[in-house]
């Protein structure tokens, strides 16, 4: 059932309005409607706000001196890169309201610095993750991987 949840939300435009961002993954909670569906998912949702205004935060606070990540053995990160991944988690954000009933987004894990100077945004729970890479040539990749097995790898434009 995850499955195939995981493969429907690739494989549609999804609950977002631009093609940009699509959903990291949807997870479905049963077959049925439950009276606590509504219930979990206003909660996931609002987990996941928390977890994007701290990456906002903790983006800001690279965008603000970028070079304070320097002594951490890391590339530097440019401003566009640290923008694009902002842009991002605004978009997500601004999102949330269209949440289907049927599902919820997968929890922000993790906001990484990567080699070259690439951002990473990490979106988990069980064994589906999503990865969305911010490069530093403009680019943005996202990775979905099942069981810690990558299942899809694309291109997202930044428009």
Not at 15 to 22: A, R
């Amino acid at each position: 059932m995850l499955m195939t949840a995981l493969a429907s939300a690739i494989g549609s435009p999804g609950y977002l309005s631009s093609e940009y961002i699509k959903p990291a993954a949807i997870v479905q909670f049963s077959a049925g409607t439950s009276p606590n569906g509504s219930d979990l998912n206003e909660a996931v949702i609002n987990s996941l706000m928390e977890g994007l205004v701290q990456a906002e935060n903790t983006l800001l606070d690279w965008f603000r001196d970028p070079s304070a990540l320097d002594d951490d053995d890391t590339d530097s990160l440019s401003r566009d890169t640290i923008r694009n991944a902002l842009t991002f988690t605004q978009r997500l954000k601004a999102s949330l309201s269209q949440m289907p009933d049927y599902g919820h987004p997968l929890p922000l894990r993790a906001v990484t610095v990567g080699t070259e100077g690439a951002i990473s945004l990490e979106f988990a729970s069980g064994t589906v993750a999503v990865t969305y890479v911010f490069k530093a040539d403009g680019s943005t990749e996202r990775m979905v991987f099942v069981s810690n097995r990558l299942l899809q790898r694309d291109l997202i434009a930044l428009s």
